[in-house]
């Protein structure tokens, strides 16, 4: 059979079957889809593959899914550091994206990021910032994948007045996507403190009538909570239950503040929720009952949060992260085992975006999203088990190769679609305005 490329690899972890691993298996990829994944010495005879990929001290696992992120404020990666939230996004983000958030600051901090998480290994990541075309159009000319969220909050911004232009807005970008492959959109109301009922019963029934996911910060802090009681005489989960927005398509970011009654009320609905440990850790936010979620049939899928508060966009330093934190949570070393943590960094997030049926494992049929780690280093000797060398011991720079629908973004650590020096110099040019006091 005639195909594009047979990557043979010493090892592929394909998340799906659960906690498998195929020890010196190819992948046959043609039109951007995997055709199959199958022992190499039957590949080299099945197979006439126009290009051949020799990896011979490598694992390749489905393309990272980052799915929460502020892609944009990369710009403002160490900029009022070791804050609360609150605190931090009122007295310190707010103001600079009032004085700097436009058109040039979301393309250049969306360059910056995109170039960041191809060379970690993750080829779709769900966004939620303001401009989001400005970031569907970086994310298309770079070739990766991603959700772009339709962003709302009640008060005015650089971008938009108010809720009608925010969905008015929204809406334009959705139906321009509408044919885009690796680019489609969601709702991203930002979080309960900032949105109040009518925009989201607005937002409500036009997910329904779109099919559309709803991306929002939920119970992210006590304080949020507090306020919710106060303002609404409920718990915002209660709230949102009660306009209708809970449902296999919500999509809750952070959930560190649930009792048990709340984590049985959310499984219900069949939504998932994204766990951002690092950045809930580094803001004090609290801590997400992953284990609990999980036993309870929530999809729990992994996240960075924005790089101004975690300070990067690294899902294999997550995933660590994440199966460590909550064993401490659970105080029980046996949740989230390596396998675990990988799915929730790839399969679940997928899922959480409606995307499982093409990305999230490596299975025939589904697209050639795929990231390529070097286990040979001498970080990741003695390699027993290249699932738990990946979770536990690798990083983001033994990512050497990424394809994302067959085409190839990463070639040995070097960026094919991203210029890293113009990206860079912009960066520090950003880095200066931001210092500047005029």
């Known amino acids: 059979m005639q195909i594009d490329t047979l990557i043979n690899a010493k090892w592929i972890i394909p998340v799906e079957p659960h906690a498998r691993v195929y020890e010196n298996h190819s992948i046959a990829i043609k039109s951007g889809k995997i055709v199959d994944i199958i022992p190499t010495a039957r590949a080299l005879v099945e197979f006439q593959p126009a290009h051949v990929e020799e990896m011979p ?53 969306t360059d910056l990021a995109l170039a960041e998480m191809i060379r970690g290994g993750v080829t779709c990541f769900n966004d939620m910032y303001f401009y989001p075309e400005i970031t569907a159009r970086q994310v298309i000319q770079s070739g990766m994948r991603a959700v772009v969220g339709m962003i709302l909050v009640d008060f005015p911004t650089n971008w938009a007045s108010g809720p009608d232009e925010y969905l008015s807005k929204g809406l334009a970008l959705f139906d321009d996507l509408h044919n885009e492959p690796l680019v489609t959109a969601a709702f991203a109301p930002h979080a309960p403190y900032t949105v109040s009922d009518e925009p989201l019963v607005r937002i409500h029934t036009l997910a329904e009538e779109l099919d559309c996911p709803i991306h929002m910060h939920l119970h992210e802090t006590n304080d949020e909570v507090r306020q919710g009681k106060a303002s609404h005489g409920m718990r915002p989960l209660k709230r949102l239950g009660q306009l209708n927005l809970l449902s296999p398509r919500f999509i809750a970011v952070h959930m560190t503040q649930l009792d048990d009654d709340e984590i049985g009320y959310f499984a219900q609905f069949g939504g998932s929720v994204v766990h951002c ?12 009952p992953v284990a609990k979620l999980l036993n309870a049939g929530v ?10 508060s975690n300070n990067d966009l690294d899902v294999l330093g997550e995933m660590k992260t ?98 890293r020096d113009d990206i860079a110099a912009r960066a520090v040019a950003w880095r200066d305005r931001l210092n500047s006091k005029n």
């Not at 440990?277 to 997400?288: D, H, I, Q, R, T």
């Not at 085992?337 to 399969?347: E, G, I, S, V, W």
């Not at 499982?356 to 000797?381: N, P, R, V, Y």
């Open 322 to 419: 994440a199966a460590l934190l909550a064993k401490g949570v659970a105080s029980d070393a046996r949740v989230v085992p390596a396998a675990t943590a990988l799915r929730m960094a790839t399969l679940n997030g997928a899922r959480a975006l409606g995307l499982d049926h093409e990305i999230g494992s490596l299975e025939a049929g589904k697209s050639a999203d795929i990231a390529a780690l070097d286990l040979g280093d001498i970080e990741t000797q003695p390699l027993f088990d290249p699932i738990s060398d990946i979770v536990y011991a690798a990083s983001r720079h033994q990512v050497t190769d990424v394809w994302v629908a067959g085409r190839r973004l990463l070639n040995q650590r070097e960026l094919t679609t991203l210029d």
């Open 57 to 109: 001290s490598h694992a390749l696992i489905p393309g990272l899914i980052n799915t929460h992120t502020h892609a944009a404020m990369s710009l403002m990666r160490g900029n009022a550091d070791d804050l609360p939230l609150m605190e931090w996004l009122e007295d310190h983000i707010w103001p600079l994206e009032r004085r700097f958030a436009g058109e040039i600051f979301v393309r250049d901090g």
């Open 299 to 308: 999809n729990v899928a992994l996240g960075t949060d924005g790089p101004a």
């Open 277 to 288: 440990p690092e950045s809930n850790l580094k803001l004090a936010s609290g801590f997400c």
